[in-house]
C-alpha cells in the first residue's frame, strides 16, 4: 500500500553502505519510520528530502514493519535553521524533546502543530531560546504532567504571592509556603510569564522581548520538573549549555520583536 503522508524529519539514522532509517512525525499518524533506500549518496533524490527538519510529503510503500520512502518533496524549507548555528541548537533541542517524549504511531495532529509553528517561528528569527521554552512547557502534560498554575494548588486561593512548588509541581500561595521546604518565590512577572509559555499561543510567545536572566530562570524550572519526573534528558542540552556559556562565539542579532518585557 503506498501511502502520502506530510511529516517533519525528526532524526536519521544511517543503515548499510547507502541507506537512512527516518523518523518522521507525520500530522495525521504521529511518530513513524520509513526506510529510504540509498538516501546517504548525495546524489540520491531521497538525500536533500531526508535532512532532520524538512517539512515535506512524503510517498511511504507500506508492507508489513517498517515503510520505505519512495520519494518526497519539500513543502517548507526552513533555511534560516540550517544557516545558523543557535537557530540549529535550539530547533535541534526541540525536536529531540518531541522525539522523546511521544510514543511511535500515535496520532496527534496537535504536536504536530506545536512542531511545525517552532520550526516556523525559529525559522522567522524569533528568539529561539524563547520558543524552545515555549515547547519545553507546552510537552509536560504530553509526557504526563500537568502542572498547576492557574491557582494554588494547595487551597484554590488565585490572589496572593506565589511560589512554585517541585513537590506539587505547581504554584503556592503565600498562606501555603510553609507545607513545601523547597519552594522558589516568584514574583508577580515571573508567575504571568510561566503562565503565558503554558497557555498561549506561539505567535505571542514569539513576539515577548525577554532577558537572558529571565529566561535562565524560567529555564531552570522547566528542567528540573522533566529531570525529577519524567526521566528525559537531552543529549542537545549539553551543547545548548555551551552556547550559553560562550555567548563571544555567537553575536547576538538584533530581535525583531519590539514590545517590552512587562508586556506579557
Ligand atoms: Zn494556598
Known amino acids: 500500500m503506498l501511502n502520502r503522508i506530510e511529516g517533519i524529519v525528526l532524526k536519521t539514522q544511517d543503515y548499510g553502505e547507502a541507506n537512512k532509517i527516518v523518523t518522521l512525525f507525520s500530522r495525521e499518524g504521529g511518530k513513524i519510520t520509513a526506510m529510504a533506500r540509498g538516501a546517504k549518496k548525495p546524489a540520491s533524490r531521497l538525500a536533500a528530502i531526508t535532512q532532520p527538519f524538512t517539512h515535506g510529503s512524503f510517498l511511504i510503500q507500506q508492507g508489513r514493519g517498517m515503510g520505505t520512502m519512495q520519494q518526497g518533496e519539500q513543502l517548507e524549507s526552513y533555511r534560516h535553521i540550517r544557516s545558523d548555528i543557535e537557530a540549529t541548537a535550539y530547533a535541534s533541542f526541540v525536536v529531540e524533546l518531541i522525539d522523546r517524549a511521544v510514543d511511535d504511531r ?4 496537535s504536536i504536530f502543530n506545536l512542531l511545525q509553528q517552532a520550526l516556523h517561528a525559529i525559522s522567522e528569527e524569533y528568539d529561539p531560546e524563547a520558543i524552545a521554552l515555549f515547547v519545553e512547557w507546552k510537552m509536560l502534560p504530553v509526557t504526563g504532567i500537568y502542572p498547576t498554575l492557574h491557582q494554588c494548588t494547595n487551597c484554590g486561593a488565585t490572589e496572593g504571592e506565589f511560589a512554585f512548588s517541585f513537590q506539587q509541581i505547581g504554584f503556592l500561595c503565600h498562606r501555603c509556603f510553609s507545607i513545601d521546604r523547597y519552594i522558589i518565590r516568584l514574583t508577580p512577572a515571573q508567575v504571568k510569564l510561566i503562565r503565558t ?5 506561539i505567535e505571542q510567545v514569539g513576539k515577548l522581548t525577554l532577558k537572558k536572566e529571565t529566561k535562565t530562570f524560567i529555564k531552570k524550572i522547566v528542567r528540573t520538573i522533566y529531570e525529577e519526573q519524567t ?12 552556547l550559553d556559556r560562550s555567548p563571544e562565539y555567537f553575536p547576538k542579532k538584533e530581535n525583531p520583536s519590539t514590545s517590552p518585557e512587562e508586556g506579557v
Open 231 to 242: 526521566g528525559i534528558r537531552l543529549k542537545t542540552r549539553s551543547f545548548l549549555d555551551q
Open 106 to 109: 500515535t496520532p496527534q495532529p
Open 197 to 201: 509559555f503554558y497557555t498561549v499561543p
